[in-house]
């Protein structure tokens, strides 16, 4: 990661007390049960770094679209194996992604939207406690982008307690 100086992985807002943008990282760290703010401000980060990407291949290309996702397909690849872009998406729509479109390809949020957990704080709990395997493998890190390819493939441990459907922590009509 180029981020200069910072070794952090990530940066922070350059004004820490603006009401509108604490707001805004509140209702995103409620709505995707985020641990903290650092977690909020590297998936900020990670965008910014798709937008330069885009922008950098861009450039290289003066301004020539095709050009730019010739020389930028594994980018895009890459970025549409995640599933922050569609198929048909191009180079352009690198730039108008938003921050929900990587934080929704989270395994926290994969396992709460595929109904797995009640909340998006019990998803996360339920991955950092090693209940949930993408494919075959266990997975503690909530933060762990998945593929679309891998999106069926997550499920709980079959050796967790959280297997038995009649496990009261279990989200109702759980299968």
Do not use: C
């Amino acid at each position: 990661m180029a981020l200069g100086s910072n070794t952090k992985g990530y940066e922070t807002p350059n004004h820490p007390f603006q009401g509108e943008r604490i707001a805004e990282e509140s209702n995103l760290i409620g709505r995707y049960g985020l641990a903290n703010k650092e977690e909020l401000w590297r998936a900020q980060s990670e965008l910014r770094g798709f937008r330069q990407e885009a922008r950098r291949l861009l450039g290289d290309a003066q301004g020539d679209a095709d050009e730019a996702e010739r020389k930028g397909e594994a980018f895009l690849d890459r970025l549409r194996r995640l599933g922050i872009l569609s198929e048909t998406d191009s180079i352009d729509d690198v730039l108008s992604l938003e921050i929900t479109d990587v934080l929704e390809r989270r395994l926290q949020t994969v396992v709460y939207r595929e109904g797995l957990a009640n909340t998006p704080k019990q998803a996360r709990q339920f991955v950092s406690h090693g209940h949930i395997v993408v494919g075959e493998s266990r997975v503690t890190a909530p933060s762990r982008k998945v593929a679309t390819t891998e999106e069926d493939s997550v499920a709980f441990d079959e050796t967790s307690s959280l297997a038995d459907e009649l496990h009261p922590e279990r989200a109702e009509g759980q299968e």
